[in-house]
């Protein structure tokens, strides 16, 4: 099946710092990625849709200046985090939708820890 | 705004039963439905999914699917303490590619 493929796995920073999130599509085109974040024992929560070439469309309640997402090519897409906090500490996922089928798949996500 | 409901857990089934995970949802011009599977601390996995009303199988998961009641089921076959699990419902709407999920089931096989 197709892959998506997140880095880094784990990641942690400092309070106040920025980190930087990866997302490719490894065998595939993907011209719509989706950024989630999930808090412990809770659901996956939509972030922001990112289109390749286009600003990302973020969720209502989600800081667009905090979370900035690129998606510079086909291939990947990057979630930063901008001046972490220690609230911010979550497991980000992104997915890609394939473009046959309207099948989409995870990265294998990333867990940010802000100290 | 998109809702998907998921019976609520958690499901104890023991080894070797089947499990049944239901799924409900208020878009009625969803097209695409999906089941993932997440371990504990893990991204989500696809299972299966299923676009055509009526039933569609892939080892010992099937999907069933009933456009008209908006219901979505899952049924796990032969569970095995690996299935231990939350499945996570989830929906593509009818205009945009955004997936909604359900709250998810929590599924543990007992040995």
């Known amino acids: 099946g197709a892959v998506v493929s997140q880095h880094p796995s784990r990641v942690i920073c400092k309070s106040g710092t920025s980190v930087k999130i990866e997302c490719r599509s490894l065998d595939f085109q993907a011209t719509t990625m989706f950024w989630y974040r999930q808090f412990p024992k809770q659901s996956l929560m939509l972030m922001a849709t990112s289109n390749e070439g286009s600003k990302a469309t973020y969720e209502q309640g989600v800081e667009k200046d905090k979370f900035l997402i690129n998606h510079a090519s086909l291939t990947l897409s990057t979630l930063t985090v901008t001046s972490a906090h220690p609230e911010d500490s979550s497991f980000y996922i992104c997915?890609?939708?394939?473009?046959?089928?309207?099948?989409?798949?995870f990265g294998e996500g990333s867990w940010l820890t802000v100290v | 705004q998109k809702e998907v409901e998921q019976n609520s857990g958690p499901l104890s089934v023991p080894e070797g039963a089947i499990a049944s995970l239901n799924c409900t949802y208020s878009d009625r011009g969803s097209q695409s439905f999906f089941w993932y599977r997440q371990y504990s601390g893990k991204s989500p996995e696809l299972i299966m999914f299923i676009y055509s009303n009526g039933d569609k199988e892939d080892g010992r998961f099937t999907a069933q699917l009933n456009k008209a009641s908006q219901y979505v089921s899952l049924l796990i076959r032969d569970s095995q303490p690996s299935d231990s699990a939350t499945y996570l419902c989830?929906?593509?709407?009818?205009?945009?590619?955004?997936?909604?999920f359900g709250a998810g089931t929590t599924v543990t096989v007992r040995a």
């Open positions: 997915s890609a939708e394939t473009g046959s089928g309207n099948t989409i798949y």
């Open positions: 989830a929906v593509i709407g009818g205009d945009d590619y955004k997936l909604s």
